[in-house]
C-alpha cells in the first residue's frame, strides 16, 4: 500500500473527530466509564485489525485507551490507517 503524503493525511485527518496526526501516526485518546468499558470496545477494535489485517499501537489504562495508526511496512501511514480509524469511530459512536 501507498504511503500518503502529508497534506493527504492533513486533509483526511479532518473527516475523523477526535484523531491527531503527529508526523509518525495518526492518534487518538478515548475515556471510557472503567476497565471493562475500555476493554470490550478493545476486544470489538480486535476483530476489525483482524478483518482488515491491520493491527494498531494501542496502550490501556484503566477506563484510558491510546491508539496510534501508522503502516509499518509502507514506514507511514496509509489508506489503510484511515479505514481502520473509521473503523474505531463507529464503533466508539454506537
Request: aromatic letters at 10%; proline letters at 2%.
Amino acid at each position: 500500500m501507498e504511503k500518503l503524503t502529508s497534506a493527504q493525511i492533513e486533509e483526511r485527518i479532518k473527516e475523523i473527530p477526535g484523531w491527531n496526526y503527529t508526523g509518525k501516526a495518526i492518534e487518538t485518546n478515548l475515556k471510557f466509564k472503567d476497565f471493562r468499558e475500555a476493554f470490550a470496545v478493545m476486544t470489538r477494535i480486535a476483530f476489525e485489525c483482524e478483518a482488515l489485517n491491520h493491527h494498531p499501537d494501542w496502550k490501556n489504562v484503566y477506563n484510558q485507551l491510546h491508539i496510534a495508526l501508522n503502516t509499518h511496512d509502507a514506514q507511514g501511514i496509509t489508506e489503510k490507517d484511515f479505514q481502520l480509524a473509521h473503523a474505531v469511530q463507529d464503533i466508539i459512536s454506537n
